[in-house]
């Protein structure tokens, strides 16, 4: 019995790419015991999708397209996180896979990532890319997000949004709040069984990347945030360190003063003054941080399963009438 899986995509106005990318999973995968629905998430895009681009076999493995135009602007993390949700409660699908539709998730990639997870029956599979192909200037600031990640959270992150998930496995991601700021951090939190195969990075179909300087540190900081509570602890444990090395130094400097003849005129008040302002910043830190995670402990999160249906602003499907002649897709709006 062939798999059915769904490929949950985020789309902002580049529906020339999309289009592409059903045009090649269909391509690639028509003919292999497979059946593929396709939920692509409409970020707020200020265009429309023009069905009239695809054309599709009669004998094609996408079996359903559907659009979630979504309210406003989430943001990658967000939209994926919304077409999670969208598809969590179904049944009759086995798995789903989230990729970019630009063409840099590679739709033969696919293939990969469903042998690993014959392999592995229930495990999440990353395709981690073997080798970037991004500008120099990229690369380094990416080396240095994958340093600091691991120096605050004491984790190695190493691959993107490209992945396959069981379905047992969505349905518990999506009542995770940390859903909403960044999947492959948060199933690295979920103590979910996942693995990583290696993977080439594609081309885009159409246009340029939007991934700047900016979104880059913002998707850094989404990451991190999963982790908020680890971070916290390890910046609260540094800080009491620098407190304790502080008062250890004023102690030390107070000795050489009045127990010894070393000391030079002034040089014990300049010592101890500037310890001082080191434990004061010191303590305030710790304090500040403290209170802001008490705080934010106190506050709702956002559960992604509960709260995610009031951005999809409607729903539309583009259902196959494939005839011999010419393939044709007929728009209903739901």
Request: charged fraction near 20%.
């Amino acid at each position: 019995m062939g798999r059915h899986i769904a490929v949950v995509t985020p789309v902002l106005d580049d529906w020339e790419s999309f289009a592409a990318l059903v045009t090649e999973i269909s391509t690639r995968f028509t003919g292999a015991d497979l059946k593929i629905d396709i939920v692509a998430l409409d970020d707020g895009s200020t265009e429309s999708f023009d069905a009239s681009r695809l054309a599709l076999p009669p004998e094609t493995c996408i079996a359903k397209i559907e659009i979630l135009h979504l309210a406003v602007n989430l943001g990658h993390q967000r939209a994926i996180a919304v077409g999670l949700c969208a598809v969590a409660a179904r049944d009759d699908i086995d798995a789903v896979v989230v990729m970019d539709s630009d063409g840099e998730d590679r739709p033969v990639e696919i293939a990969a990532l469903l042998q690993a997870s014959h392999r592995q029956p229930g495990h999440i599979v990353f395709a981690e890319r073997a080798k970037r192909s991004e500008s120099r200037s990229f690369r380094l600031a990416y080396f240095v997000y994958r340093h600091v990640f691991r120096a605050l959270t004491g984790r190695t992150i190493s691959f993107g949004n490209f992945v396959l998930i069981p379905l047992p496995a969505v349905r518990r991601l999506v009542h995770m709040p940390e859903l909403w700021n960044h999947l492959a951090a948060t199933i690295m939190r979920s103590r979910l069984r996942y693995t990583a195969v290696p993977t080439a990075r594609g081309t885009r179909y159409a246009g340029r990347s939007t991934m700047n300087f900016v979104s880059l540190i913002v998707h850094g900081l989404s990451a991190m945030s999963v982790y908020t509570d680890t971070i916290f602890v390890r910046i609260l444990l540094a800080a009491g360190l620098v407190a304790g090395a502080s008062l250890a130094g004023i102690l030390a400097v107070t000795i050489i003063r009045f127990a010894t003849a070393l000391a030079i005129p002034g040089w014990a008040t300049t010592m101890v003054g500037d310890l001082l302002i080191i434990l004061l910043q010191t303590t305030v830190v710790m304090v500040a941080t403290s209170l802001m995670m008490l705080a934010g402990r106190s506050n709702r999160p956002i559960v992604p399963i509960v709260d995610s249906r009031m951005f999809i602003a409607r729903r539309e499907r583009c259902e196959l009438r494939l005839a011999r002649a010419e393939p044709a897709l007929e728009r209903a709006v739901l």
